[in-house]
């Protein structure tokens, strides 16, 4: 009894480090690094979008920008305003140089700079958040070529949370067993 007791235990260990590691929300780093807001030196090879598309954003998670609040802002903008790169009418404009917006929903999500030009020259960033319903199945929905020429979207794995989770619930396991 105190065998099937030890196992029970150890199980709910595993679903619970599971579960609360799959629900951590994150603050992401535009670009994966602090001087990624700026005029790509390529449109193939410096592009934020080409980021976006190997990156995977949850709803919750955060996206983070580090920039000269002095000489640019990020803007975050409709579908229609980052293909006009139209800096008149933003949803929301950030000017501080260390920016943090809440992905609060699934769908996509456009931003562009606030600066003269910058916008025209490749510096905008277009995400797509994938609903909690969408994070377990490992099937991503990519949008329709109708919809903006921004980032398509990855596989997401949250293997690695679950591999950690497993390894210290099956340590509990065999620590309790001996």
């Known amino acids: ?11 709910t260990l595993v679903l619970m480090s599971s579960f609360v590691g799959l629900s951590q929300a994150k603050d992401v780093l535009v670009g994966g690094k602090t001087d990624a807001w700026k005029i790509p030196s390529s449109e193939s090879s410096d592009s934020l979008n080409k980021w976006a598309e190997e ?22 903008v409709t579908k229609e305003g980052y293909a006009s790169c139209n800096t008149t009418n933003p949803i929301e404009e950030y000017k501080d140089g260390n920016t943090k917006v809440n992905l609060d929903r699934s769908g996509p999500f456009y931003f562009i700079s606030g600066a003269q030009g910058h916008c025209e020259k490749g510096q905008k960033l277009a995400v797509v958040v994938l ?48």
């Open 1 to 11: 009894m105190a065998c099937f007791h030890r196992a029970a235990v150890a199980c």
């Open 55 to 76: 990156a995977r954003f949850l709803v919750g998670d955060s996206l983070v920008w580090k920039y000269d609040g002095q000489k640019d802002s990020v803007l975050q």
């Open 131 to 178: 609903s909690q319903k969408h994070r377990y199945t490992g099937i991503s929905p990519s949008p329709s070529p109708a919809e903006v020429d921004g980032p398509s979207v990855a596989q997401t794995s949250g293997a690695s949370t679950l591999r950690g989770g497993f390894l210290v619930a099956l340590g509990v396991l065999i620590l309790g067993l001996f």
